[in-house]
């Protein structure tokens, strides 16, 4: 019903930046939170940075003021700026989104993952 495609990861130096990409489509009627999610070798997943319809953003404490997150509503899209990244970072990062659906029906969709590795 939903899918999400997201692009834009790699290998990056410390310091550099990377900007990942999610797109959202599908029978989506309204979208309620779009967000970021990353997962390190035997780590949880855990939350980077959410977005919420109301424009509301919520940051890791660790990223905050060096990752951005945004949306495209026209695309269905929400892009993570990574600024300063760190080899802490490195991670397998997952979009998710909150929708409600043209039947009416509430749905969380997590996308296929992106790896991101900050490395010398």
């Known amino acids: 019903q939903v899918q999400l495609v997201e692009s834009g990861g790699g290998l990056v130096q410390p310091g550099g930046s990377l900007r990942l990409s999610c797109a959202a489509s599908g029978s989506i009627f309204s979208v309620l939170v779009m967000g970021w999610y990353r997962q390190a070798p035997e780590k949880e997943r855990a939350l980077v940075a959410e977005?919420?319809?109301?424009?509301?953003?919520n940051y890791a404490d660790s990223v905050k003021g060096r990752f951005t997150i945004s949306r495209d509503n026209a695309k269905n899209t929400v892009y993570l700026q990574m600024n300063s990244l760190k080899p802490e970072d490195t991670a397998v990062y997952y979009c998710k989104i909150q929708v409600i659906t043209t039947t009416l029906r509430y749905l969380e969709v997590w996308g296929q993952g992106t790896l991101v590795t900050v490395s010398p």
């Open positions: 977005l919420t319809s109301g424009d509301m953003t």
